[in-house]
DNA sequence: CGTGGCTTTGAATCATATCAACTGACGTGG
DNA sequence: CCACGTCAGTTGATATGATTCAAAGCCACG
């Protein structure tokens, strides 16, 4: 199966150098069952993660034992950024469906700045960008209506889907039960249940064992708060002022005997 | 006035060259008042902010005219990262004081990768934090009561500003209506007023004017659902290798002509 | 001394949570 | 091949927390 670089590539021309790299990163693979805990919140942080291929969830538990899931990872996302800073993990992350991932040691990451500043600068603007995501799943969390959160998200993840290209038809894999989607969207799966029945009853969406079809986006974009901004690529690199794109510095495979 | 500079001295080792470039950034400030807009949601993207004074809040519109406050900046804060990948604008920054910042073009940051990769990568290890915070955030609206909420933010503020050396005996200036609380918790301003009067009752808290003082503090940390999260500080550089340590490369004022 | 912003209060209503029970699909072991 | 247990989805009745609307009070500022 070819990994989804896509996203790898998303803010960075690819070059060569850049490519040995990732192909490097690509090599030792792990993989992971369905349930398994990939990383529990309170580890060591000791290295961050590309997915391959799967769904990862990353949550934060409460002293109640209730837990609140901050995002659903999907192929080509990296996973475990926001920990870095942190000694302790301050994210659990845990395997949806079988996955498979590649894990990077925080010293690689450091290699990145220091010797391919424009990757890094990449994989920084990746990051702010997941940031927006964030605030985004706040404002549907705290101001929306229980239709208007799963409307958005379904939306959301749609567009994740069909980037990643793993939509056909409208219609994709689906392995969230509605406990997951009240977790994540502030909820009660009792709540999701009567909810998603209601988009369903209107035609919006199509349920079937464990696949999900959007039939009507501009019916479920109608009941959705707000709509995801539009994302630069290139271009953000570029009023960066294009970081390591004429330097003459040393190659990252002559220093790394 | 001395600028807050230890939220920039966080992740890294104060060094010559880094000391001169945030000097050179906080020679030519910027100010707002009250009120003022200093970007709004949609405005094309051209720099970053170092806060130097005052407060500033990060807000996303919706469409039905409410917004979501998704931070209360605090003097030393960095603002408008999230927006750098895109076109335009996600988060709109206004001030809640008066304001005084320093206003960072973007190509700045692009260079700070290329010829300071130890300062890019403490940048980019403060950015993660934040989105830890972010992640935090959503957990408290996400689930819990209003109480729970109220009184996570107001730890989470008080531990903030007694970092910036705001506090004074517990108290500090609080310039934040009801509303805006609101606004940032995801509740409405009449219920913000209920849970302050009820935590005020419980003697957990004590409201004058414009100043707030938090009296017992483990009393809130019993109704808050979970503590933050504890940051490493230079530990982190280290992990990552230590970016930029020995390297010899050009320094940033030979170039700067 | 009046005006506008912010806070406080009450009553009615709505959305969501909670509790409890039932159903159907699936996988497992006898 | 069937009986069983588990897990996800479904449904109803009831409880509760938060919103909405409306209005009064307070204070700061011009």
Redesign the pocket.
């Known amino acids: 199966m070819q990994p989804p670089l896509h996203r790898l590539n998303e803010f960075v021309p690819a070059s060569p150098l850049a490519a040995d790299l990732f192909t490097s990163w690509l090599s030792h693979r792990k993989v992971f069952r369905r349930h398994q805990n990939i990383r529990r919140e309170g580890d060591p942080v000791s290295s961050v993660f590309f997915l391959v291929k799967g769904w990862v969830t990353s949550s934060v538990m409460m002293r109640d034992g209730r837990r609140q899931i901050v995002k659903v990872h999907l192929p080509g996302d990296m996973l475990g950024f926001p920990s870095l800073a942190l000694e302790h993990a301050g994210e659990g992350l845990e395997a949806l469906t079988g996955v498979e991932l590649c894990s990077i040691p925080l010293a690689e990451i450091g290699r990145l700045f220091e010797e391919l500043p424009s990757v890094a600068a990449a994989l920084f603007l990746s990051t702010q960008k997941e940031r927006i995501a964030l605030m985004q799943e706040l404002t549907w969390i705290g101001s929306t209506?229980?239709?208007g959160r799963v409307a958005g998200f379904l939306l959301d993840l749609h567009e994740r889907l069909d980037a990643a290209g793993l939509v056909e038809d409208g219609g994709f894999d689906f392995p969230l039960?509605?406990?997951h989607l009240g977790e994540l969207l502030?909820?009660?799966?009792?709540?999701v249940?009567?909810t998603?029945?209601r988009l369903d009853a209107t035609g919006c969406i199509e349920?079937t064992?464990r696949r999900l079809r959007l039939i009507d986006l501009n019916g479920l974009r109608g009941l959705a708060p707000n709509h995801a901004p539009r994302y630069a690529g290139i271009e953000a690199w570029d009023r960066l002022g294009r970081p390591g794109a004429g330097a003459a510095r040393p190659a990252l495979r002559e220093r790394a005997l």
Chains 1, 2 share one sequence.
């Open positions: 209506h229980a239709l039960t509605q406990a502030g909820l009660t799966g009792i709540h249940n009567r998603l029945k349920r064992r």
